[in-house]
């Protein structure tokens, strides 16, 4: 009776476990996507700022940091920090330096990330209509990775939570 109840608990776990793993593995789809959507929005406001109140870019960068707590606006945040250092670091370089330390741990893939890296090196430096065509661009690409995660999300989420659960239930099979 007490291998039965341990048998029982051992298999109870081993699929909530496996169950676990691909509810986290699908919440990357998601998480993408998320993100990505307040990826746009924050280009918006960073085009609407730049080209219609002409705002400082540390200050913009200040103002965008405090609207959330996305990884995206922590990007501005460490860009401004980097740049309070007065190392003398140029915008592009604090920003990718930014980047590269915000986006280690998120779910963003490289092509979004060389993206931002590339969108960067555009802003403060050339005039405003300059600046509102190269955030435009990146937006449309954004958009274009957008609708893409959608996609992805809409297909692998539920095979990842299915897929999870059928692993927990294929190893308590082949154990017991």
Not at 47 to 65: G, Q
Not at 67 to 91: C, M, P, Q, W, Y
Not at 138 to 167: C, H, P, Q, T, W
Request: proline letters at 1%.
């Amino acid at each position: 009776m007490i291998k039965l109840t341990i048998k029982v608990i051992i298999s109870a776990l081993i699929i909530i476990c496996s169950s676990l793993l691909g509810l986290i593995y699908a919440k990357s789809y998601t998480e993408r996507t998320k993100l990505l959507n307040t990826l746009m929005g924050t280009l918006q406001l960073l085009e609407s700022e730049i080209v219609y109140c002409a705002t400082p870019l540390p200050f913009l960068l200040k103002k965008i940091s405090k609207k959330n707590n996305s990884e995206i606006h922590r990007i501005f945040g460490k860009t401004v920090a980097i740049l309070d250092e007065k190392k003398g670091h140029t915008f592009s370089e604090a920003w990718e330096r930014a980047i590269k330390d915000e986006t280690a741990y998120t779910v963003l893939k490289k092509e979004d990330i060389e993206l931002l890296i590339h969108l960067g090196n555009s802003l403060g430096v050339s005039d405003i209509n300059d600046q509102m065509k190269h955030i435009r661009l990146a937006m449309e690409e954004i958009k274009r990775s957008y609708e893409a995660s959608i996609i992805d999300a809409n297909k692998n989420v539920r095979l990842y939570k299915n897929l999870g659960f059928l692993l927990g239930i294929t190893i308590v099979i082949i154990l017991f």
